[in-house]
């Protein structure tokens, strides 16, 4: 009689279900999953090293590139984790821009994770109206800097430049246009048959299991554990913002599902509040060692010139030192290490990323369902493997 | 913050759909899409129709001339050091009055990405990224721009055949 054996299948690279270049090697007994094997590395850049050749201002296009789905988010963990170490506060307009563009990238996330999540499971309808409203965030995104998925637009001691009139109307505009839209999704899913069966009791994680696997962002929140760093260690005035965390119950596919969708109205709350609230003011640091001096005072002053060619050529000042700072990334908790060594260059800089920490998960939510749920469940774990190989 | 921590949470799972439901949600997702089927189409027709983009876009780049029609630009070298994609490279040429020029200014297009800090660091406001965004060429080496594409970038907005 022959013994029973396993089935070893190979998913992904190339699997467009996998949210960029996941490989899974997965164990099967008949259709049910008994070992999960990620294996990460094929979109692997050596951003933490590269950083280590440049200077503190060239390495913020390098962050919008991890989680490229919310490139903004990316960009304020790393300016603010370089403003720890420099210890400098941020004008509070800036801040305000900060978090609205925050949060519209967090938006922008949710809307790829959703679009993509439902495609996979072959709820076709739903990506087209997602990418419908992504697209007003990325004219908001062009508006303001230029530039329309990776704006680069946050320097070390607050934005690039001031808003433009535009840009508040642009914002207004999504903040009206959204709730709509979120109804619409619901329309298409909350309810539906199909995305029920196939979502719910599905990947279910305990929240003990969540912790301690190290999850966190919404994927956490799924499971009841009320943890946002918004709330838990406000930075950037989120302090001075009225919103919710949206926790689950469960901890299953469909939970993590009603949770983000929750987060899009919530971020929404913020956005508005900012818009109406933004206070007046400068947009970057007044301290001659961080922020780039305006291009008419460089032509009048020669020591504004001096200033300019020494930021701009070494970046901005930090001393020697290490600092870790955390903020919430749209997948979880984004953090940054950054060690200094008095010059013009980062030492090291590790990245905390949520997409790493939720892949080494993935075989706990994985085992003992069946293939079709790995799709659903990778989906529900919303990762980027811009971030996880980095 | 731990004491207000009830305020602040919201239980989502009360919005849990009720089971029993079968094909009225169905129903209503595609009466929602088919809708939306007769709505005017959000999708442009590149490259007969074109958007307008924002001011700031960043494009490709611009040498800036002054009145006389000369460079702006003094090969001091800011862009190029500040460049992440280190995709600028400049040899300077001085007269013997010493006035400074750019003697070759090379921008690879293919490496630049289109970050703006070398607008951002010019002193002179010499160097600008238009709103240009649609260059096709042959060879890699058509994208390596000289001072005289750099120059008049606008020459390159395709206007259809
Ligand atoms: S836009 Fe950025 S990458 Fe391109 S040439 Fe200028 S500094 Fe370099
Ligand atoms: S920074 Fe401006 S002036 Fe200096 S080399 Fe570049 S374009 Fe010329």
Redesign the interface.
Known sequence: MAEAKTMTLNMGPHHPATHGVLRLVLELDGETIVKVTPHIGQLHRGIEKIAESMNYQQIIPLTDRLDYTAASLNNLGYCMTVEKLLGIDVPRRAQYVRVIMGELARIMGHHLWLGSHALDMGAMTVVFYTFRDREMIMNVNEELSGYRLTPSFLRVGGIARDITPDFVKYVREFVKWLPKALDGYHTLLTDNIIWRKRTMGVGTVSARDAVNYGMTGPSLRGSGVAYDVRKALPYSSYDDFDFQVPVGENGDVYDRYLVRMEEFKQSIRIIDQAIENLPDGPVKVDNPLVSNPETDEVMQDISALIRRFKIQCEGPAVPEGEVYHSIEGSKGELGFYLVGDGTSKPYRMKIRSPCFILTSALPKLLVGHMIADVISIIGSIDIVLGEIDR | ?IEN?KE??????G???E?G??I???L??MV??LK?FFSKP?TIQYPSERRE??????GLHKLKTDDRGELKCVA?G?CA??C?ARAISITPYEEEGGTRYPKEFIVNEIRC?????CE??????AIE?TKVYDYVDYNRQDFDFDIAKLKNPEQFVFKGK
């Open positions: 913050m921590k602040y949470i919201k239980n989502v799972s919005c849990r759909a089971t439901k079968f009225v949600p169905l209503k997702g929602y899409t939306n959000i983009v924002s001011q700031r876009w960043r001091c800011l050091c500040i992440p990405i289109f970050c703006g800090f951002e660091a010019c002193p002179r406001d990224l």
